[in-house]
């Protein structure tokens, strides 16, 4: 039989559609995943299961699964002997601990001998003890925001975004614990069959991931400062030149990264650059 890579996802959630966004980006073809519990791809050796998110770490240790893609916070909590192998750019947040708005916060010696609830026990203890504080630990596995107003805990520590969840409950953040993103974790003893599939899909995601970090972009400039654009934007190797109809220009062609995007337009206009094009990159391989 053909070895086939088992990936677990989340089954519904906040990860869910990234997580299938995802490995279709990576060019796998599913039939229609959403209400199995579990898919092959058409087109490549990957079976997809769909679980909550808190089982895939142990799934991937007991070899259930041999891959999983969960947020960092749930593979910190877990503890397992799987290993991180791929950062993901999505579900960022971070978790951290609050309390009421209305008590005053005077570092984290204030923590000391009050109630934490948390759905992260083991991240909250390790936290607190890293800083000297002993404080009670309730472990809940939702709406932990609500827990200060119902006399349940003093302080909270759960996942922020934006922050609106805590202000709507009256809270107010006042430690970071620790900063998440949607990650992929492996078994550490895949096997070299496994292991082959693994890398390759591992080298599909980066070329998505680099392309989305990238765009590539193209302008009309005069021959005079083409040295001087080189060293604003030097593409991936160097750029593109192409001379162009019109006398003294050419058409040059390289590739940007998105965080510096617009710092770098204001330069190339400084330069001369006219005809300024943007376009976005599908897949990126260097
Ligand atoms: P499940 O039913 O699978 O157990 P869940 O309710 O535990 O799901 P979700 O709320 O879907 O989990 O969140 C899954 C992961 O998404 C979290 O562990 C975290 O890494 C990330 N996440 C959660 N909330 C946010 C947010 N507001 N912004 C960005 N990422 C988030
Ligand atoms: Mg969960």
């Known amino acids: 039989m053909n070895t086939l890579l088992r990936i677990a996802i989340q089954k519904s959630g906040r990860l869910q559609e990234g997580s299938l966004e995802l490995l279709k980006e990576s060019g796998l073809s599913f039939?229609?995943?959403?209400?199995?519990?579990?898919?092959?791809?058409?087109?490549?050796?990957?079976?997809?299961l769909f679980l909550r998110d808190d089982d895939i770490p142990q799934y991937v240790e007991d070899k259930v699964a041999d891959v999983g893609l969960v947020g960092e916070n749930v593979f910190a909590e877990k503890k397992k002997k799987n290993q991180i192998v791929k950062?993901?750019?999505?579900?960022?947040?971070?978790l951290s601990i609050a309390i009421p708005r209305s008590e005053t916060y005077g570092g984290i010696a204030s923590l000391q001998g009050k109630?934490?609830?948390?759905?992260?026990?083991?991240i909250v203890k390790?936290?607190?003890q890293k800083h000297?504080?002993?404080?009670?630990?309730?472990?809940?596995?939702?709406?932990?925001?609500?827990?200060?107003?119902?006399?349940?805990?003093?302080?909270?520590c759960d996942i922020v975004s934006t922050g609106s969840?805590?202000?709507?409950?009256?809270?107010?953040?006042?430690?970071?614990?620790?900063?998440?993103?949607?990650?992929?974790?492996?078994?550490?003893?895949?096997?070299?069959?496994?292991?082959?599939?693994?890398?390759?899909?591992?080298?599909?995601?980066?070329?998505?991931?680099?392309?989305?970090?990238?765009?590539?972009?193209?302008m009309n400039c005069p021959n005079e400062s083409i040295e001087k654009?080189?060293?604003?934007?030097?593409?991936m190797k160097s750029p593109t030149i192409i001379p162009l109809g019109r006398p003294g220009w050419s058409s040059l062609h390289s590739v940007v990264d998105e965080n510096d995007f617009w710092e770098k337009i204001d330069?190339?206009?400084e330069c001369g650059a006219e005809g300024i094009l943007v376009i976005p990159i599908e897949k990126m391989i260097v």
Do not use: W
């Open 31 to 48: 039939s229609n995943g959403k209400d199995q519990l579990k898919t092959q791809a058409r087109n490549f050796p990957v079976e997809v």
């Open 87 to 94: 950062r993901l750019d999505f579900a960022k947040c971070r």
């Open 115 to 122: 109630n934490i609830a948390t759905s992260y026990p083991n």
């Open 126 to 128: 390790d936290f607190l």
């Open 132 to 156: 000297n504080i002993t404080a009670g630990i309730h472990e809940i596995s939702g709406s932990v925001e609500i827990a200060p107003g119902i006399g349940l805990a003093d302080a909270i």
């Open 165 to 218: 969840t805590l202000l709507g409950n009256g809270l107010k953040e006042v430690e970071t614990v620790m900063q998440s993103e949607a990650v992929i974790i492996a078994n550490p003893e895949l096997g070299p069959e496994k292991q082959k599939i693994l890398d390759k899909l591992l080298f599909r995601i980066e070329a998505v991931k680099k392309a989305k970090n990238n765009k590539y972009i193209l």
């Open 229 to 235: 654009i080189t060293t604003v934007i030097p593409g």
């Open 267 to 269: 330069l190339l206009r």
